[in-house]
Structures are given as C-alpha cells and as structure tokens.
RNA sequence: GGGGUUGUAGCUCAGAUGGUUAGAGUGCCUCGUUGACAUCGAGGAGGUCACAGAUUCGAGUUCUGUCAGCCCCACCA
C-alpha cells in the first residue's frame, strides 16, 4: 500500500468490476422499495462540465445510498439530441467543409448528424463513468431512439386529437441567426441602453401632425397606424383622422386602444403588426393591414431602397432619412427589455408565421394542484412558488422549429384536396381525397417536447412495460433551478397527462457553479474548469466531495481547486488510517473477534461517536442536506477517530497484551468498516479500495448494507461522552500549557492533576494513560495538593498542574490565571444573572435551566479554583 | 413592475424544530521529521453574526422595516 492515496491508479479498474459485475443493473422484479432516479439527460454530443458533475453527484449519492439500504433502485441514464445545439455544431463543421445544410439536402444532412452522433455520442457517457455515476448503464437511452421517438409521435397525436396541439399563423420570437421559432422561455430579456426617437406622422389633410416615440425607427416602414389612448384628453378630437406614414407615404388611421399608456413617450404609438407583438393584437382588434419588412434573416424585404439591408443598418438609414425630411424631433436616451436567443445571444425579431403550438392551461391547472396537495414536493420547497407563479400566467407553447435535426411534426398536407392529416404512423394516401401528393411538415418537435416526457418514455412508454408499473411514479429528480420551467414543469403536466401521476414525487433543485470570483462558468468567458481534468489530477472522490461540502440545496457553489485539495487531503488521511489497521492487523495475526470482548473507555467512545454520526448522516440524507451529512462524516473521520482514537489504540497495539490487542484491532476494524459504508455513496472509489483489503468484509461495498444506529447497539451501549469530554479537555490544556512556556509539543512534561470532582476520580485514574499519549505527558501524578512552582488550569471536575521549578515566572503566571479568571467570571455571571431571572426559571424549559445551572456550578468552581491559585502563587 | 435569494473570521461557506463561552475549510503566525498520514501533527491570532425595530425569560436562528449585492419573471412603444 502507497503512503499517499493515487486515485488514479485505481478507480478505473474499480468502475469496470462494478459495471461488469453488474453492480449498476437492476429489474422491475427484484426484491426492495422502488426507488429511482431518471437521469436529466446530457446533450448527446456534448461534453462532461462542473454542472453535470454537481449534477451527478448528487443523484449518485442518493442512488448509491438507497441501494445500500436494500432498495430496489434504478438509475436511468441517457441523453437528449438537443436540437439546435447539435445541428449548429454540425452545421458549423459543414462550413468547414465549405458546404451546408441546404447544399446537402434534409435527407443526407440528417445522415451526418447520425454520424456526428455516433462519433461523438459516448464521450459524454464515458465521462459521466468516470465521476461513478452507478447509473444501469444497460438501459441507456437517446430522445430520438425507437422508444422514445414512437412516445413523442402517441402523445403529439392524442394532444392533436384532443384539440390541445393546434397549429397557427401567429407572431412568435424568431431568432433569425438560428432561423428559426422559439419558445417564450427561450427568450431571454435583458436591459439595454437604447434611444428613444421621437417621429413626427404629418396628417394626410395638412392640419399638422402626430407625434409618436419608438425605440425601433427601422419599424415604421411596416407601420399600418398610430394608436392613442382612448381617454386621453390630447388625441381625443383627432382620433378617426388619417396620417401619411413617412419616407413611405401610405395613409394610416389614427385610432383609441387601451392599451396605450397615456404617460409615456409621446401618448402615441406607432403600431407595426408585423413586428411587434403588442402592435400585432392592437392589429387584430382594429383590422389594420399586416405589413412585413423584415425577412427571417433580419433583413428589410418588399421596402424599396431599403431592401436587404440588415435590420440595424437600416435603423441608420432610416434616421438618417428621417432627420432629413423633418420627421425627426428628437432622441432620447432610453433602457429597455431587449429579448436575445437563449442559444446564440442574437436579438430577436418577433416575426408572424406558421407554427404549432400547445395550450397550456388545462395541462397546467393539475401540474399546480399536484404540490398544493402534497404529491409533488419540492426540495428546498422555496422552489414551489416560482414553479407555482410560472405556471400560474403560462402561455400557449411553440413547438414547432424550422430545423432538420429533431422529431419531425407527424402531419401530412394533401396537394390534392388541401387537407392535413395527424397520424401515429407515415400517411401515404389522403384519408379525406384518397390522393397520394402528400407532403410532410418540415418542422420538428422543440427538443423539450421529448424531454417532457423522460420519465414515462424511458421506462418503456408507450408499451406498457414491467418497469413502468414498477418504477412510475419515479422517486426524486434532481437538476438546476435554472430548468424548472424548461424541463421539470413540463415533465410533471405530460406525466400527469399521460400517466395520471406526477413523473416524480420530489423535485431536489441544486445551484449552479460558479469559479472562483462567483462568475457563472461559461465558454464565452473561458471560466470554465473541466471536470475531467480535476478527476485526473485529484480523483472523482475528491472532486465529488468538494462539491457536496461547503453548500446548502438550492444555492449556487463556487469552484475553488483548495477546496478540491482539501478534499483530496481527507481522501488521503482515511488511506493512510487505513494503512495503519492493515499495517497492524498484518502484524498481528489475531482473531479479529476477541473472546471475552473487553472493551476500555476509548473503544465504547468511539463506537457511540460511531452510533451517533449513523444517526446524524442518515437524518441528514433524509432531508436532502448531503453537504451536512458530509461534514459529519469529515468530523468524525478525522477529529473523532484519527485525531483521537487511533492514538488510543496504540498503547495497546505495541503492547504485549494480546488480548487489549485483538480488542482493539477489532474496534478499529469495526468502526473503519462501518465509516467507510457511511462514507461510500459520497467517495465510492476510495471507500470501495479500501474496504476490499479489510478481513471482515467481503463483496462490494456498494452491495453492502448501508450502517444503521441498530447495527452498533450491542456495541454501544453506554454514553461515555461526558468523561471523555473531561480528557479531552485536559489534554488541550495541557498542550495550551506547554505552548505556554514554549516547550516543544512532542517533548514529555510532568503533569500534576488534583481532582475536585469526586465521581470523575476513579474513572480518570484508570484512563490517565490517555493523557499521557495525547498531550506527550509524563505517567500522570495525582494529589490532593497544588505544586506551588507550576503553570495551572482548570476544567471541569480537576485542576491540572504543570510542575517546572525554576520555569515558572510568577508574575506572569498571575496575570495570565487572571485574565482567565475575568473571562471565567464574566461568564458566571451571566449565568447567574440569568438563573436568578423569576421568568427564566419559570418559563424555560427545566432541562435548559438544569443545564444552565449545571454551567453555572462549574464555573463557579473554576472561579475558586483560580483565585485560591492566584492566592497561592501571590504568597509565594 | 412583481417574485426570490444572499449579507456570519482576510477569503469560501456550515450553523433542523429559537436555549453550549458562534463553527469548519482555506489563508496567516509560532513550533514540530520516534514508522498511518508534512496531502501531516500541536498551538495561536482573527467575528458587536449588514443595520434598526418587534416578539420572547432567551434571537445568528422568528417577524417588520432599511441598506447593499445577486438571480428569475414581466408585451410600456
């Protein structure tokens, strides 16, 4: 065994025996709880970053915990084709290629996209291996694979057959760099530093004009009308007038809508249906024309002059002409709400054309009652509320993208009678004309369509499959708060849809992670640390660790490599406490089970550490707080058991009784055993290496039963944390006291201790060998009497004494006891100020005031103790 | 314009149901190479828990307000 711990060296090989022993699978008839976790699928040619691996490791811990813990449990991985993400990358290498998608044609375009994701499709799966994600790896699944392909063509048709999916002429988001639709949740809005210019519309019967305020000059080449409020005491006389569009010279009516806030800009508004999504339903309210001037590339069309400009050279333009006709009043510095693609950052042009849509509000109504009656809970449950508002004010969603990589739309149109068909399967004739020139919607499926439905189609809808029965509803899904609306909202409104029951009972939202500077990682910034580098420099436990520690669910986590360092010097520090049992137990080739067992006060101590930190991690994971299930078992690990523990043991290793040998062998085999089960779902590898060279384990840890407070009962039977406390203190102050004069922490000192609480006497007479291990002391003496020529302390129930004739400077030593003494009093003080409070005595709780008092004795004690010594040494 | 969230040691963060003299990691200072571990051990400095009120015997923890930061949602041109 290596003195440091390599993980490098093992956890390849440790994942390949899991996957091959098939650790990972499970079935819909094997004995145990269900318990499972669809996995929030990876973009299928995408890579591995921080945010999968927080991702993943959490779901894992979860996973790797419950199946310990006997339960029938299923990881369900796979990935999501992520329709424009994976065409633009493939587009991107066409360019390469100096060809495109167009050149190429759907056909044999969508035969590259199937080669890219075969060239590509795995990494991610192998990357997610090696952080050990114990996902089934044999039921991987892809969105666009038979299953769930023929899941997204029964439920696009029943939604279609139910009136639910429509399709539509409507204004929608476009990205004209993507070229396509987009959803509303696709856009994202962010306030920009515009202007705002003020135009004036002469009317066409020359009576002076209207003047109107845009923040989008370029639109009024589309302008069908200028609208005013209704009551506003300005336009009132001149609403009904005609106006002559400028640069342009069409005439268009001033007209009243609501809509209009009287307070702003001018009180009029330029309406351009065509382009705007307000102006399109004051439009259709009013009959006003629609007039396009904005094609899908976000060039002017059907415009004269201005013809194929781009949308913003026009603005120039436009301006320009403006200012020079006299049109233009003013410009104003102005923000606003400016919406960009959520993919490429373009900004989005709001453009009118054909698309398929869903109708959200009968689905959306059950999706809200499932958490106001409990069966959906989310974790933290602050979530609900956003996810509640959303869902509350949601909107028709577009579905429909002007892509080729996707599930395409199952309608048919008829050249011959004009007719569209629906169908579960290809139409080849028309149902309604029987004519055979069909054409396909060219149109696919907005990747979230699929995604929604994850749950069910993994599981093997639309069969009904053993493991649909067995595993639906599915048990927690874990992602980032930042796709609650994408994903986890229409997850559970098609789950409740189409199986009558949420997807899952338990939403566990996490954070994003952030570098060092709290940056959101990103590869525009180049911010980014790439998980793969930090498991071949620390190890995917460390790596795991790090990310589990140091935060609380639902809030975002920074990236810190001393983080991950500090979570490889733990790894490290277990290796090496394992090293020291193997080291010994090869030594001393005992029977691990010593008959009698004879358990001393250190054993039974650290076995109720043991019971009680079972306790602790298991309520932690319970409640979802991983990180504080963690940090217990860091504390008892290192503190607990290294620190102290281990020291204890090895009077008795290097001692010559081979019984307090074996004995203590036993417990630390024990203890080491159990912690390493406690610690598994977090550190698999390390946990795994380790326990398979222990005598009293055998199998894969990740088989073996998760520790319970049961297991240790017959092992931990009394609370000895008390007088261990009272040790333990006294070998801190004996340290605090030779650090006190200087004297180097390894060097042995004489030790003095005069006990003044009786019941504690006998019990530290015993253990005073503890003292002399952990603080370097020599064999303790004790007395009645106080050495006069020593440094002095105090704790509860003795006084310790550190005899150096010839060391001590009194003066010194007064001051020092008596700036401990102020400290102490202050303290007591309080406490008494507090007792002797009527209504505190009276209303706390009797186990607090007890406590308080108990407090209060002590101190008091200690005060004495100190000022006899200060008497004492003044005498002197 | 709504909603959420954060403000605790130089830095990053923990602190269930209100009740130890408020903790850890990291950084800093002083010591330390007898064999589990220098990826370590011992000790230390460092915090009026953003501010102001309220509730309570008791508030880092509950409530209200203020200030500061971050995020999400939203069709004012």
Redesign the pocket.
């Known amino acids: 065994m290596n003195?440091?711990?390599?993980p490098q060296r093992i956890e390849r090989d440790l994942y390949e025996q899991w996957e091959r022993d098939g650790n990972f699978h499970t079935t819909a008839e094997a004995a145990g709880e269900p318990y499972c976790i669809v996995i929030p699928p990876p973009n299928v040619t995408g890579q591995l970053h921080m945010g999968h691996a927080l991702d993943e490791t959490l779901q894992d811990i979860l996973i790797r915990w419950h199946r310990m813990k006997g339960d029938n449990t299923l990881w369900m991985p796979g990935t999501d084709h992520a329709g424009i993400a994976t065409q633009a990358r493939v587009e991107e290498h066409l360019r390469g290629e100096g060809t495109n998608r167009y050149e190429l044609g759907r056909t044999e375009f969508l035969k590259r996209v199937w080669q890219w994701k075969e060239q590509y499709g795995n990494r991610i799966s192998y990357q997610l291996r090696t952080l050990g994600s114990s996902c089934d790896w044999e039921r991987e699944r892809f969105t666009m694979d038979a299953g769930c392909s023929a899941a997204v063509r029964k439920v696009f048709v029943q939604l279609y057959n139910e009136g639910l999916i429509y399709r539509g002429t409507r204004i929608t988001n476009w990205c004209p760099h993507c070229n396509t639709a987009l959803s509303?949740?696709e856009?994202?809005?962010e306030?920009e530093a515009g202007h705002?210019w003020h135009l004036r519309y002469p009317f066409a019967d020359g009576s002076g004009y209207v003047e109107?305020?845009?923040?989008?000059p370029e639109t009024m080449l589309g302008d069908t009308g200028v609208?005013v409020?209704p009551d506003d005491e300005r336009y009132k006389a001149l609403v009904g007038k005609t106006l002559i569009l400028p640069l342009v010279g069409r005439e268009i009516p001033l007209f009243a809508d609501s809509?209009?806030?009287?307070?702003?800009?001018?009180?009029?508004?330029?309406v351009t249906p065509a382009h705007?999504?307000?102006?399109y339903?004051m439009g259709l309210r009013h009959d006003l024309p629609q007039v396009k001037v904005i094609d899908n590339l976000g060039k002017m069309i059907d415009v004269g002059k201005y013809t194929g400009l781009d949308r913003y050279d026009c603005r120039k333009q436009i301006v320009a002409d403006l200012e020079a006709g006299g049109y233009l009043v003013k410009v104003e510095n102005?923000e606003?709400?400016?919406?960009h693609c959520h993919r490429c950052h373009t900004t989005i042009e709001p453009l009118i054309s054909d698309q398929w849509f869903v109708k959200m509000e009968s689905l959306a109504k059950p999706a809200i009652e499932a958490v106001k009656s409990g069966a959906l809970e989310f974790v933290?449950e602050?979530?609900t509320?956003?996810y509640v508002?959303?869902l509350e004010?949601i909107?028709d969603w577009c579905i429909s993208r002007q892509l080729w990589w996707g599930h395409q739309i199952p309608a048919w149109y008829c050249d011959d009678c004009g007719e569209m068909t629906v169908s579960e399967t290809d139409v080849e004739t028309c149902p309604h004309c029987h004519g055979k020139h069909l054409r396909r919607d060219e149109d696919v499926l907005d990747t979230w369509f699929s995604s929604a439905l994850w749950p069910f189609s993994t599981l093997g809808y639309p069969q009904d499959t053993a493991e649909l029965r067995k595993f639906y509803p599915t048990s927690v899904l874990v992602t980032g708060?930042?796709i609650i609306?994408f994903w986890v909202s229409r997850m559970v409104m098609m789950g409740l849809k189409f199986r009558g029951e949420v997807p899952f009972r338990k939403v566990f939202i996490h954070g994003l992670v952030?570098d060092?500077q709290?940056r959101?990682m990103s590869k525009s910034l180049g911010n980014g640390v790439d998980p793969v580098e930090v498991i071949e420099k620390y190890g995917a436990d460390s790596l795991r660790f790090m990310l589990v520690?140091?935060?609380?669910p639902?809030?975002?986590?920074?990236f810190?490599w001393?983080?991950v360092?500090?979570a490889?010097?733990?790894?490290?520090?277990?290796?090496?406490?394992?090293?020291?049992?193997l080291?010994?137990l090869e030594e001393n080739s005992l029977s691990l089970v010593p008959s009698p067992l004879s358990l001393e006060l250190s054993d039974r101590w650290i076995l109720q550490r043991l019971s009680k930190t079972t306790a602790?991690v298991t309520?932690n994971l319970e409640?979802f707080?991983l990180?504080?299930a963690a940090?217990l078992l860091?504390?008892f690990i290192?503190?607990n058991?290294?620190?102290y523990y281990?020291?204890l043991t090895?009077a008795r290793l290097?001692g010559d009784d081979a019984q307090a040998k074996s004995t203590a062998l036993f417990v630390l085999t024990t203890v080491l055993e159990a912690a390493l089960r406690l610690l598994h779902p977090f550190m698999p590898f390390l946990t795994e290496a380790i326990r398979q060279k222990l005598p009293n384990a055998r199998g894969s840890i990740m088989l073996a039963p998760y520790p319970t407070v049961e297991e240790f009962a017959d092992l931990a039977t009394d609370d000895v944390e008390e007088i261990a406390n009272v040790i333990f203190n006294t070998?801190?102050t004996i340290?605090?006291l030779?650090?006190?004069l200087?004297i180097?922490?390894?060097k042995k000192a004489a030790v003095v201790l005069k006990v003044t609480r009786p019941e504690y006497a006998e019990t530290l007479r015993a253990y005073a060998r503890y003292i002399d291990v952990l603080a370097?002391a020599e064999p303790i003496t004790f007395a009645e009497t106080k050495p006069e020529h020593a440094l002095s302390g105090v704790v509860d129930g003795l006084e310790i004494y550190l005899p150096l004739e010839g060391l001590i400077d009194v003066d010194k030593e007064i001051a020092r006891l008596g700036k401990e003494l102020d400290?102490?009093r202050k303290?007591a003080a309080?406490?008494s100020s507090?007792l002797s409070?009527e209504?505190?005595v009276?209303?706390?709780?009797a186990s607090?005031v007890e406590?308080?008092r108990a407090?209060l004795t002590?101190?008091d004690e200690?005060v004495a103790a100190l000022e006899q010594r200060i008497e004492q040494l003044k005498s002197l």
Request: with cysteine.
């Open positions: 003195k440091t711990y390599e509303d949740i856009v994202e809005h306030t705002l109107v305020a845009t923040t989008r609208a409020h809509y209009v806030d009287k307070e702003f800009g001018t009180g009029a508004v330029k705007d999504p307000n102006d339903e102005h606003h709400a400016v919406g933290p602050r979530f509320k956003i508002n959303w004010n909107r708060y930042d609306f952030r060092e709290g959101k520690t140091g935060n609380t639902g809030n975002d986590l920074r810190y001393s983080r360092e500090s490889r010097n733990f790894a490290n520090k277990i290796w090496n406490a394992s090293r020291f049992l080291i010994n602790g309520r409640r707080e990180g504080e940090r860091y504390e290192w503190f058991f290294c620190d281990i020291e090895k290097y070998v801190r340290r605090n030779k650090a006190e200087g180097d922490s390894r370097f400290k102490l303290f309080s406490l507090k409070n209504r505190f009276s209303k706390a709780p607090v406590a308080e407090k002590a101190a200690k």
